[in-house]
Every structure is written in structure tokens, then in C-alpha cells.
């Protein structure tokens, strides 16, 4: 029980048990009291649904440079291919169809499900995890407008970095720098549908939740929470345990430990203020009509 939202269901739930805070108080129930109850609910799951390791074994589909260098108990999947000049660390499970582009460089117990993408000369440490459709360092947005109006497509030389115990979940797209890199910093969860452009640099345990957009050269320090459809401007510097609400706009810099939502982005009690009076604006400004209409009327008359 971490929600405060679900109290109110203690005394109707068919648990047998219940991990709680010490604040929680329900004596005809057997309770579990823990500093974290949400970690260690984590962590019980994972009695009772031990994570698979599939058998160190590699499927005859699989192509496979034959200078490409892998570690000790590999596990790869049908139809993968792994190109030449790639390494890949200890225990990793490749699953059907994952695609490791020429030069990469991967870690220890890497875990890439079927249809994840690493491209070409991308680092990625220790224990990253890419969900189906995960896309680690496409090609940044970088076009030039030309006299005629195309665009002339700009090459992306550089590369994207993974740092250990990373996870980017599915569909979404972390993409190459045009040059130097695109990091992620150790610790970063990126859930799906999220786009991370070029030379963008996401700082330790930080959280980038579904949908959220960081256009190029974003600096995002740590412990920063970016919640579902953020928007970020390129160039921009959003400081350390920032979180930004649902379907904020972000245009310019936030300082550090600021709660920020609305577009552009506010102060979260300033924009709590402000939206409980936009359902009033219309009758707010009927009011303001009728008053100039009276001011103008005193005015004629006085």
C-alpha cells in the first residue's frame, strides 16, 4: 500500500497480507511494515515470478559477424543480426529479431527484446535493458534549408552513449548526436512512445515517462521526473529534482527542485491557481463587459 488513495479499500481487500508504512494502522489485518513498501512489494513479486533466463544457446537464423566478439553464456534469438566489428559483454539475451549495427559496444547482461535496434558504433554498459522497438542512436533530426526550399539531409556523425542499469521501453527512440553524443546517465527509465533528440544528455535516475519529447541539446540533471507528454525546447537547462506534471510545456530553463506544470511552464500551486479559474472566464469576462458598459454610462451622465 503506497497510494494513500487506496486506504480506504483496508478493510474490503481479499489480501491475506499487506505491505504498509508505519503511519498505516489496521489491527484486524496481517500487516507488513517496511521504510519502502513499494520496493519491497517489488521485490516479493519477484519471489513469486522469478525472472526467465533463457539457456546459453545461439539460434542457426542468427547471423553473426565473424569478427563480432560476445562474452560467456549468450543467448541469441532467431533471425537476430549482429555486425562485424560489434562486442557484447557477458550473459546477454538477444530475442528474435534484434539488430546490432556495425561497432557497437555493448556490456554485461544485456537484454534486448525482439525488434530493438542498436545502430552503428553506439555504447551501451552494463545491465540495459531495451524493450521491443527500442531504437538506440537513429539519426538526429538535422536537416539544411536550401535556396529551393528542400532540405539537405546533415550527416549524423556522432553517437549515443547508455550508461549501466538503463532501461528504454518500447517504441521509443534515443537518437544520435550530429556530432560528439546523445547520453543517458546511469540509472535513466525511459518509458515507451518517448523521443530523445540528438546531443541530449538525461542525468542519473531520472525519469522520462510516456510520450515525452526532448528536442536537441537538452541538459537534464538528476533525479529529474518528466511526466506523460512533456514537451522540451532545444537548448535548454532543466536542473536537478525537477518534476514536471503531465503535458507540460517546457520553453525555457527551470531551476533545480522546482515542480513546474501548464504551458509555458509555471510554478505547479501557480498553475493550480490559474486552472481553477479558466473554467470561469467566460462569465468572468460577462461581468467585466456589464462594468464597462456601467463605467461608460457614469461617465456620460457625470
Known amino acids: 500500500l503506497s497510494n494513500p488513495k487506496y486506504r480506504r479499500k483496508l478493510r474490503t481487500t481479499r489480501a491475506a497480507a499487506i505491505i504498509v508504512d508505519k503511519e498505516v494502522q489496521a489491527p484486524e489485518r496481517a500487516l507488513l511494515r517496511a521504510e519502502n513498501p513499494y520496493l519491497v512489494y517489488a521485490k516479493a513479486l519477484e519471489i513469486f515470478h522469478p525472472p526467465h533466463h533463457p539457456a546459453a544457446a545461439i539460434h542457426p537464423t542468427a547471423v553473426i559477424a565473424p569478427d563480432a566478439t560476445m562474452g560467456r553464456n549468450p543467448s541469441i534469438g532467431p533471425y537476430v543480426v549482429i555486425e562485424e566489428g560489434v562486442e557484447i559483454g557477458d550473459d546477454c539475451v538477444l530475442k528474435s529479431f534484434v539488430m546490432v549495427y556495425r561497432g557497437a559496444k555493448i556490456g554485461d547482461r544485456f537484454l534486448a527484446h525482439s525488434h530493438a535496434v542498436v545502430r552503428e558504433n553506439v555504447c551501451v554498459g552494463n545491465d540495459v535493458i531495451l524493450q521491443n522497438g527500442a531504437v538506440i542512436g537513429g539519426d538526429g533530426f538535422g ?60 542525468g542519473e535516475n531520472t525519469l522520462l515517462c510516456g510520450q515525452a519529447g526532448l528536442a536537441g541539446s537538452t541538459k537534464i540533471g538528476r533525479n529529474v521526473v518528466l511526466a506523460g507528454q512533456v514537451g522540451v525546447a532545444g537548448h535548454l537547462t532543466i536542473g536537478e529534482n525537477v518534476i514536471a506534471t503531465a503535458q507540460t510545456g517546457i520553453p525555457s530553463d527551470v531551476e533545480p527542485g522546482k515542480v513546474v506544470s501548464g504551458y509555458p511552464a509555471m510554478d505547479n500551486a501557480l498553475w493550480l491557481k490559474c486552472a481553477a479559474v479558466y473554467s470561469r472566464l467566460p462569465e468572468i469576462y460577462a461581468e467585466v463587459r456589464k462594468l464597462r458598459a456601467a463605467l461608460k454610462k457614469t461617465s456620460e451622465t457625470g
Open 143 to 202: 536537416f539544411a534549408k536550401q535556396a529551393d526550399g528542400s532540405y539537405y539531409k546533415i550527416v549524423q556523425a556522432g553517437t549515443t552513449v547508455i550508461e549501466d542499469n538503463v532501461e528504454v521501453q518500447v517504441n521509443s527512440c534515443i537518437d544520435r548526436a550530429t556530432t560528439g553524443e546523445t547520453r543517458l546517465r546511469r540509472g535513466v527509465k525511459v518509458d515507451n512512445l518517448v523521443q530523445v533528440a540528438h546531443a541530449c544528455d538525461v
